[in-house]
Structure formats: structure tokens, C-alpha cells
């Protein structure tokens, strides 16, 4: 039966929804007076970095800690050597799937069980991997922090690794990979580390179905046994608590987890081969993805800020040359993005956009021009200022949140560079000229060594991509070579 109140009030908000409706008949014009002036900035945000108190535990393990009071909460992440390096050939995409199943559940919990513990703390542990680190993460309430905690520890000391969850998780990265196939642009991002690094390369591997196959929850064990240890692995923690407290928290947990991990090998020089032009066919796709790649320079490189300038006119933000190109100009993206995707030793430069079809090859063309253009015409005063205040502008929120602190420091460590990194970079940004952005350029930005990676409908790409090949064309004189999806030629 309908509440008795509902038979009056619903006929009275009826009726005033017209008169609400037209409570305010003035139009909005774009020729407003107010919009005449663009509002005042506010005062610039003042860059604060967190205090980190660094210190060891009697078992090797270094702890990262940051203080800090605005919220009752804690996140912390545990980082080991490892990700996707460790695969062998033929067993690509393994160790990221056994970290992933580490995180399912422990010894004691299976994995519903478990989830609902952690629901009942409302907290969150994750394992994650990437291509040369891996790690357990947690996040939760300070008051919750003991027991949350200790579904931590029993993750990384005492995971479960269930033959149930692994081939429940294999089958879910099987059909992955099986619709990230069909994507234009999830195929280019799949193939991108390849022709990047080289097949051969630790950081280059592809993962397959075939691939997947034959990991046990006993592989996984040993795997995880073998390279989760203390001595040699960091924790971060960031969040409201003092080192006293986490040490009382801590070392009971850890008491008995001793040793370190074999150090791992050096990662071999990168197996890049200049002026590849490769295409990957998807029948039928109305877009196709573009992307012009060529070896970079590291993070530690002492123009880094002229080269991280260079790349941000180039291609790094919206107002970019290669986007308004390619978007403005042109019409044939919604964005472009060119950038250095730094690893620990080196980086990689890297021009993707997804464009229709038809117009490939000349996007293509395009991207080159650019980036011959950024070598030989010098940056103008207008581009060196737009993002030069914005990376400045932007320092002080890639240190507001926990989590952005914790990322901070993570990324900082695995560069091998200060903690304190950002708080000089202003002073370096603001003192660079545009002089410097085109030595920079020159030294960095090398379309003559440029391969290509194009992924879209063969029969309508192919012609465009051979004209790129003719005389005067980018890549003149070198041939088309045909991948399938998982970078092998055909």
C-alpha cells in the first residue's frame, strides 16, 4: 500500500516542475560580457614534498616511510625484482600470471573467503608485475590496520596458489589476449614492446595462448619462493602512522622471513632494428593505428629537461605539434600522443594515434615531417612557455594523495634518482632555452632511424604504406613486412 502522504505530495511537485522549469528565462549567449576576459589564475600551487624517514629492518628490508596525518589511513606496497623478465622463451606472460595468482588467496582462506575478510576491513591487497618489478600492495583504515595487515603478510609469506584459481585466471587471460587481438589499438600496444626491444629481448616477449600453457600452482610456488625475500626489496609506506607503530606492527609479522633473492642479470642492449615498416592485418577495421618508434635516451641523461621539453612540444600534450597535425589540421584522429617511454637504462620514443583508414600512410608521412621539423626549426617561445609553466604548474599534484606519493617514490627509486628529484627541476625548466630544445632535439628525435608499426585492414593500408617507400617517400627504398598478431613475420 502507497504511503498516504504520497497521495498529496506527488500531485504538488507535479505541478511546480514548469514553474521551476522556467524559474530563470534568460538565455546564455556566447558573447556574454564575462566571457569577454578570461578569469584570473589563481595563485600558483606551492610544491611541499613528503619527508621520507628511511630505514632497514634486522631482516634487510628497506622501508620507505612517509607520515602523514590528513586521513586515518595507511597504503603500503612491498616491490621485488622481477615482472615479466623472468619468463623464459616460450613462456611468456608466466610470471605475471603466477603473481596474479599469488593474490587470490592464502594457505588458510580460499579465495571467497578471503574477499570477504578483506570486505570486512574494508581494505584492498593486490599483487601486481610489470616488466621488471612486482609487488603486494595494501590499502586500508588505520584502525583497521592490524588485522588487514596480517591477510598481507599471509599473502606474500603464505599464499594459497589454488589449481582452481590458476585456470580460472588462465582461461581469463586466454580471452584477453583473444579480444585484444581484434583491436586495432590493443594489437599495436601488444606488439609495440617487440618491435621496441626485439623478440629476443626480456623486455620484448609476447605473450600467447601457447605461451600460458603448462604453468602449475607448484611453478608459481617456486617462482615466488625463489624471488620473495627481504633483502633487497623496498617497502613504501605512506599514511598515518609513525615508524614506531609501524615497527610494532611489523616485525612480529616478519620475524621469520630471512634472505635475498639471486641478484638478477643486467638486461641485455636493446635488439632494435631502424627503418622496419611492419603491418599487422585486422580485415575490416575503419580505423588503423599508427605508430613511429626509435630508441631514446635515459631518464639520467643531463639534458633531460631540454629532452623532456623537446618531447612535450613534439608530441606530449593536446596543444601538441604531431595533434594539431594530425587532429587540427587534418581531421583524421581524435589524438596523437608522441613520448619517451623510459625503463631503468634507456627509453624508448614512441608516436601512436589511431586514424581512419584510408588516410594511414599519409599520417604516417605526417608524423615524420614533424619530427624532421622539430630538428631543424627551432621551438618557438610560445611552445617553451606553454610547457615549461606546465610542468611546473603540475609538480605539486603528483604529490597530493597517498597514492600519488607512494608512486612517486616507487618510479624516483626505479630510475635511480633522488627522492628529492622534483624539488630541482623548476630552476632546470625554467632555465632552459629554446636553443637547448633544438640540441635536444637533434640528439633525441631521429626519423631517420625510425621503424613503423601499422596495424589496420591490409588491403586498404598496404597500397598507402608502398608509397611511403618510393623515392622522396620517409622510407624510401625498404619493403613492407607482414606480421601476424603475435609479431611473427609472415
Known amino acids: 500500500m502507497r504511503h498516504p502522504t504520497l497521495r498529496w505530495l506527488l500531485p504538488a511537485v507535479l505541478a511546480l516542475l514548469p514553474q521551476v522549469a522556467l524559474a530563470d528565462p534568460r538565455p546564455e549567449f556566447p558573447d556574454a560580457p564575462y566571457r569577454a576576459h578570461q578569469p584570473p589564475a589563481g595563485p600558483a600551487a606551492v610544491l611541499h614534498l613528503p619527508q621520507v624517514e628511511s630505514f632497514a629492518l634486522p631482516n634487510g628490508l628497506e622501508v620507505l616511510l612517509v607520515t602523514r596525518t590528513t586521513l586515518p589511513t595507511v597504503q603500503m606496497d612491498l616491490e621485488f625484482a622481477g615482472g615479466s623478465q623472468l619468463d623464459a622463451p616460450g613462456q611468456e606472460g608466466q610470471a605475471n600470471l603466477c603473481v596474479s595468482l599469488v593474490g587470490e588467496s592464502t594457505e588458510k582462506l580460499e579465495r571467497a573467503a578471503f574477499r570477504e575478510a578483506l570486505a570486512d576491513l574494508a581494505a584492498n591487497v593486490a599483487t601486481w608485475a610489470n616488466r621488471e618489478q612486482m609487488g603486494v600492495s595494501l590499502s586500508v583504515l588505520k584502525n583497521n590496520l592490524p588485522a588487514a595487515l596480517a591477510l598481507w603478510g599471509d599473502v606474500v609469506l603464505r599464499p594459497g596458489l589454488r589449481a582452481g584459481d590458476l585456470e580460472r585466471l588462465s582461461a581469463q587471460r586466454k580471452a584477453a589476449l583473444a579480444q585484444q587481438v581484434s583491436n586495432v589499438g590493443g594489437l599495436a600496444s601488444r606488439l609495440q614492446p617487440l618491435v621496441t626491444w626485439g623478440r629476443q629481448h626480456p623486455l620484448g616477449r609476447v605473450t600467447t595462448p601457447a605461451s600460458l600453457g603448462g604453468l602449475t600452482p607448484e611453478i608459481c610456488r617456486a617462482?615466488?619462493?625463489g624471488r620473495v625475500l627481504p633483502k633487497g626489496a623496498r617497502l613504501y609506506v605512506v599514511g598515518d602512522l609513525t615508524r614506531a607503530e609501524l615497527l610494532a606492527a611489523l616485525q612480529p609479522l616478519l620475524a621469520s622471513w630471512h634472505g635475498q633473492a639471486t641478484l638478477l642479470a643486467p638486461l641485455p642492449a636493446p635488439q632494435f632494428t631502424p627503418r622496419q615498416l611492419l603491418l599487422v592485418d585486422v580485415p575490416g577495421s575503419a580505423q588503423a593505428s599508427v605508430n613511429v618508434l626509435h630508441l631514446g635516451p635515459t631518464r639520467k641523461d643531463p639534458a633531460y629537461p631540454a629532452i623532456s621539453l623537446t618531447a612535450a612540444i613534439l608530441g606530449g600534450g593536446f596543444s601538441s605539434r604531431i595533434n594539431m597535425n594530425l587532429r587540427e589540421q587534418h581531421g583524421w584522429a581524435y589524438g596523437a600522443r608522441g613520448n619517451f617511454d623510459f625503463v631503468r637504462d634507456g627509453s624508448a620514443w614512441l608516436v601512436t594515434a589511431s586514424v581512419r583508414t584510408d588516410v594511414a600512410g599519409p599520417a604516417v608521412q605526417e608524423i615524420f615531417k614533424e619530427m624532421a621539423k622539430m630538428r631543424d626549426d627551432l621551438a618557438s617561445a610560445d611552445e617553451l612557455e606553454r610547457e615549461r609553466d606546465g610542468f611546473i604548474g603540475g609538480l605539486p599534484a603528483r604529490w597530493v594523495t597517498s597514492g600519488a606519493i607512494l608512486n612517486g617514490l616507487e618510479s624516483l627509486r626505479y630510475l635511480g634518482l633522488p627522492l628529492d628529484d622534483d624539488a630541482r627541476m623548476p630552476a632546470?625548466?625554467?632555465?632552459?632555452?629554446?636553443?637547448?630544445?633544438?640540441?635536444?632535439?637533434?640528439?633525441?628525435?631521429?626519423?631517420?632511424?625510425?621503424?613503423?608499426?601499422v596495424v589496420g585492414d591490409a588491403n586498404?593500408?598496404?597500397?598507402?604504406?608502398?608509397?611511403?617507400?618510393?623515392?622522396?617517400?620517409?622510407?624510401?627504398g625498404i619493403s613492407v613486412i607482414r606480421l601476424d598478431t603475435d609479431g611473427k613475420p609472415l
Do not use: C, D, M, N
Open 223 to 225: 617462482l615466488w619462493q
Open 428 to 453: 632546470l625548466w625554467q632555465a632552459t632555452t629554446l636553443e637547448q630544445v633544438r640540441a635536444a632535439a637533434r640528439a633525441t628525435i631521429h626519423p631517420e632511424q625510425a621503424s613503423v608499426l
Open 460 to 476: 586498404k593500408v598496404l597500397p598507402q604504406l608502398q608509397a611511403l617507400t618510393l623515392p622522396g617517400g620517409p622510407l624510401a
